[in-house]
């Protein structure tokens, strides 16, 4: 097929989505048909689209395309390649999805206030982010950034009567701008290398290496930021916990994403980065892997504690991405196969499981009216789909055979062990490095127990508020993209084989030197090994759940309360509670987590009722970022005395910087200018 | 046309004195309302074969400045009831001493700009550099609202001045469309002049500090 018609469906996709929340505004405040032709708008959108990726993923990339709209600097260039496509492809599956959860999640007759901004905005998102990977040029990139960045606040700030929902979007514009401004300067830094605004690859020795340690530190921060890698994830728990579910699952499943894509591009435009870089990324990562889970387990909100997972993915995906730059800078082509294939399927892996999680926590605070862990409880037997599609999400994120996580993670954890076995001709890769895979096996540990924690609390024992007691099965428009994200999880846990012919195209994409190598993803994992073991185990499973089920037919076992452990008369209180359950795991880590409890103090002989809080803060955004702003307000506040909320000074203000530039631009204005544009 | 030109300016810089020497508000309306006018001849005096642009453009300011602004004012100062400007930050005669000297360092500061030719001789940069000077004095130092409308003006007719070097350069669009925004600046300035009357009872400036945020920032 000609790539034209190519690139104009996926370009008519992306557009399908930017309006897909337009109709709506010309509707009735109650009209259901505004959010009907929105889903149905962004369906059509994301048919096309993913039909547009996957013929690019099967065939040839497309050449450069310019939009023929006028930008003072920058032009609108775009081009359609294997990793462009491999980015698009959870974007439109998102952007549907989503759209679809939408019709069940937040109706338009019950949010009337909010529902049409909601779709609007989430349309916005959608088509910009597939902006965000088409764009080839550094302005046209940045609108298409800002565009996404805006409208997840808005997003974020759905329910803005709430203060903290308007806190949590405050914050989040707070990081992302800052993570803005680090882009900035980096366009800034490829235009002064190369002279234009444009991707393409540098040639070796054109730009000098400190520009090149610029461009890569400016690209860390400011595309780790919107990835939320630590220490730059604080906006993440707040923003995701206070979006809707559906917003929530966009943004941790593909927003997110978008940080990542940003570091890979500008890693493969550089011809050879040096071993620190990777050490730095891979290090990183293995921090906010570890990190992420650790402060999963103390969280008590539903969706805070899946932010939490975020980032120890997102770390989980850096560690991937370090290991290949690694394998890059030491010329060692198994490395960088292994951490790209692990980093690239990561990402759509998360993408699909954390996508589902978020949509099964909006499936139970949809019926439970709560976020907190703890108000829940035996909510698989009201809601047993919801509770099975999570349990299986659940399991994905904890690695598990034989669902998705596993393959990418298994990817991750053969690269680490390969660099203890250096091959011949190539360079020494650092011991030390190997180090990771324990950390990374740790932190699949951790989060093993902590979704043992949720799924237990959430979705076993007895209900632990008359609210959880009579929640009800959410609708099917809501049940239909969490069992499509699910089909997605087995099907790459089953057949991994599928997907790595396009994992090969992208990863040989980037890294021009394993042209000729002939090297493959799967030469170098047992798939077909873990493919089969998966579908045994899958079967085993299977036999073992339908004995048990015709035995409790078969034997009329009574109804009785989960875990009341043959106490006369229990309590739905006396359960585990979410900071129970994981309380000694959460002890062992104290020196990290510094959990904090609010104990109550028992007096005398029959003590009357009390209360017991313990909670776990932000290691940076309430520990070192909120004391550090509060001390800079204090000092900045003695410049309030120039605030005197009269005009005539502030016109007066003006008028003497203006005379000060004066002066200072014709006294040395010349070599002020000189400094700046040598 | 030099002279006349020259000429021209010169009586705008007295009205610029003049405005800043008088406490009568409506005096001062009337001031800046000639003021408007001369500058609204100016465009034909640069350019001396007549071009439509020029017609218009002059057309169109007289009719903004020398009427349709003046008269709104005028009829915003009956409504709200007051005529004098009783106490400015900077006092009457201080101000125009001020202004006067802002002339001053307006032709001093203009010699040392690096002009065309052409220009050199023409008071067009001194004049406007000194009626934005004398603009921003008003700006700064009188305390009622409808003074601070007036400095707006004259601060504008200075823009307008040196929009004049580059009336070739300037497309005929940006000039017209300046016109209409002033228009509309002074027609809502009409309406918060009886909206700060009908709430502080005063058309004094400095109660607008009521409205500033809280200060009593931080408790802790």
């Known amino acids: 097929m000609e790539l034209n018609i190519t690139v104009s469906i996926i370009f008519i996709a992306t557009l399908l989505h930017l309006a897909s929340g337009i109709p709506g505004f010309f509707l009735g405040r109650r009209s259901p048909m505004g959010q009907y032709l929105a889903a149905l708008m962004a369906v059509i959108g994301s048919l096309m689209g993913l039909w547009g990726a996957l ?462 190598i002939g090297l493959k993803v799967d030469y170098l994992a047992p798939l077909g090994w873990v493919s089969g073991l998966g579908m045994g185990l899958l079967l085993m499973i299977g036999i073992l759940f339908t004995w048990l089920r015709y035995r409790l037919i078969r034997e009329k076992t009574p109804q009785r309360g989960t875990w009341d452990c043959g106490y006369a008369a229990p309590t739905n209180r006396m359960q585990y509670t979410a900071s129970s359950f994981a309380q000694m795991l959460v002890n062992q880590f104290d020196g990290i987590l510094k959990p904090k409890e609010h104990r109550p103090e028992l007096k005398g002989l029959f003590p009357t009722s009390s209360h017991f809080e313990s909670h776990i803060d932000d290691s940076i955004l309430d520990r070192v970022l909120k004391p550090v702003i509060h001390r800079i307000q204090k000092g900045v506040y003695q410049f309030r005395w120039f605030h005197q909320g009269l005009t005539q000074p502030y016109i007066l203000y003006i008028i003497v910087t203006v005379l000060i530039l004066l002066a200072l631009s014709s006294t040395l204005g010349d070599r002020f200018m000189s400094f700046i544009l040598p | 046309m030099q002279t006349y030109l020259n000429t021209f300016l010169a009586l705008v810089l007295l009205l610029n004195l003049l405005a800043l020497g008088t406490s009568r508000l409506p005096t001062v309306i009337r001031l800046v309302t000639l003021q408007g006018g001369l500058i609204g001849l100016l465009p034909l005096l640069i350019h001396s074969p007549w071009r439509p642009e020029s017609v218009v453009l002059a057309i169109a300011t007289l009719l903004t400045k020398g009427i349709l602004i003046p008269s709104i004012l005028i009829k915003a100062l009956r409504e709200v009831q007051i005529r004098r400007e009783i106490e400015p930050l900077i006092g009457i005669l201080p101000s125009m001493l001020l202004g006067a000297l802002g002339t001053g360092l307006a032709l001093l500061f203009a010699s040392l700009l690096p002009l065309i030719p052409g220009q050199a001789n023409s008071l067009l940069v001194p004049a406007s550099l000194a009626t934005v000077l004398t603009g921003c004095i008003f700006l700064t130092s009188r305390m009622k609202a409808v003074s601070q409308v007036v400095g707006y003006l004259i601060l504008e007719n200075g823009i307008f001045i040196f929009g004049l070097l580059m009336l070739e350069a300037m497309p005929f669009m940006v000039e017209m469309g300046l016109l209409l925004d002033l228009v509309v600046c002074i027609f809502v300035s009409g309406i918060i002049l009886n909206h700060i009357k009908d709430t502080f009872d005063s058309l004094d400036t400095r109660l607008l500090t009521a409205l500033k945020e809280d200060t009593s920032w931080p408790q802790k």
């Not at chain 1, 600097?73 to 599956?93: A, K, N, R, V, Y």
């Not at chain 1, 949509?359 to 703890?374: F, P």
């Not at chain 1, 990418?408 to 490095?433: C, D, H, R, W």
């Open chain 1, 55 to 516: 013929l690019i993923l099967n065939g040839p990339a497309s050449g450069y395309y310019e939009l023929p709209w006028g930008l003072p600097i920058g032009h609108f260039t775009l081009q359609l390649d294997g990793l462009t496509s491999f980015f698009l492809i959870p974007i439109f599956i998102m952007g549907a999805l989503g759209a679809i959860y939408g019709l069940g999640y937040w109706k338009q007759s019950e949010h009337p206030e909010n529902g049409r901004q909601l779709r609007f905005f989430y349309g916005i998102l959608v088509g910009s982010m597939s902006l965000v990977v088409m764009a080839r040029d550094g302005i046209f990139f940045l609108i298409a950034w800002e565009a996404m960045a805006l409208s997840a606040y808005f997003l974020i700030t759905t329910e803005d009567q709430d203060e903290k929902v308007r806190q949590a979007g405050w914050i989040y514009l707070v990081a992302t701008h800052a993570g803005s401004l680090c882009l900035f300067g980096l366009f800034a830094l490829f235009y002064r290398a190369t002279g234009h605004f444009g991707f393409q690859p540098f040639q070796p020795g054109m730009v000098s290496p400190w520009i090149l340690t610029s461009i890569f530190f400016l690209a860390l921060i400011g595309f780790g930021f919107k990835a939320g890698i630590f220490p730059l994830h604080f906006w993440l728990p707040g923003a995701h916990a206070n979006a809707p579910s559906h917003v929530s699952a966009l943004m941790s499943g593909v927003m997110i994403k978008m940080g990542v894509y940003g570091i890979l591009r500008v890693c493969w435009m550089i011809p050879s980065p040096p071993l620190s870089w990777g050490i730095i990324l891979l290090i990183l990562g293995t921090l906010s892997s570890l990190l992420g889970v650790l402060y999963a387990l103390g969280q008590h909100d539903l969706k805070r504690l899946l932010a939490y997972h975020s980032i120890e993915n997102i770390g989980i995906i850096f560690m991937g991405l370090g290991l290949s730059l690694v394998g890059r800078s030491c010329h060692h082509p198994d490395l960088i196969i292994l951490g790209m294939a692990g980093c690239l399927l990561h990402i759509w892996n998360h993408g699909l499981f954390k996508s589902l999680l978020f949509l099964g926590a909006g499936s139970v605070i949809h019926a439970t009216g709560t976020r907190q862990i703890d108000k829940m409880g035996g909510l698989s037997k009201t809601m047993p789909y919801t509770g099975g599609l999570f349990l299986l999400g659940a399991v994905a994120i904890c690695g598990l055979p034989p669902l998705n996580g596993f393959i990418s993670e298994l990817f991750i954890y053969l690269g680490l062990f390969k660099t203890l076995m250096n091959g011949s001709g190539t360079q020494a890769v650092p011991f030390s490095l190997g180090l990771a895979a324990p950390a990374l096996a740790m932190t699949g540990a951790l989060a093993v127990a902590c979704f043992v924690k949720v799924t237990g609390i959430v979705f076993s024992g007895e209900p632990r508020s008359e609210k959880a007691a009579k929640s009800h099965e959410s609708p099917k428009t809501m049940l239909i993209p969490m069992a499509l994200l699910a089909l997605g999880c087995l099907m790459i846990g089953l057949l991994p084989l599928l997907v790595t012919p396009w994992l090969d195209k992208v990863i040989v994409e980037g890294n021009s030197e394993l042209m000729g």
